[in-house]
């Protein structure tokens, strides 16, 4: 049974940080590309981070650019997302997400949501100003 669980959320004030930290079981992380979304209360589910498994290669939504870092331990099974100079707009519930490696991991797969065949239960992130 394959299961992702996120952990690392919390309250934290504006300018802090905090690292969100996904938890893989049941399934080849190694081989899986990995990506992060949020989805804020009364909105839509939104890209944050999204990291291939053959390079390495990352990207990032526009507004965590230069903010927000995607990293991933293949022999720990981890995905992580180091969240720096945190705005009260980045409160939202954040779930991570794995894509097969049958799909190609690119700009274009890496944000769109139908990509993710697999999602953790999500933890929030509140930012207070």
């Known amino acids: 049974q394959v299961q992702l669980a996120e952990f690392g959320g919390g309250m934290v004030q504006a300018g802090g940080s905090l690292r969100l930290s996904c938890a893989a079981s049941?399934?080849?992380?190694?081989?899986?590309?990995m990506g992060w979304f949020r989805q804020a209360p009364g909105k839509g589910r939104e890209f944050v981070a999204g990291?291939?498994?053959?390079?390495?290669?990352?990207y990032y939504g526009d507004s965590v650019k230069g903010r927000f870092t995607i990293s991933r331990d293949n022999a720990k099974n981890t995905g992580y997302l180091q969240m720096n100079n945190l705005e009260p707009e980045d409160t939202a519930v954040y779930s991570c997400a794995v894509v097969p490696p049958r799909i190609d991991y690119t700009t274009h797969s890496a944000s769109d949501e139908g990509s993710y065949t697999y999602w953790g239960q999500g933890t929030q992130v509140t930012v207070s100003s």
């Open positions: 049941g399934l080849m992380f190694s081989v899986y590309g």
């Open positions: 990291i291939s498994w053959k390079r390495g290669t990352v």
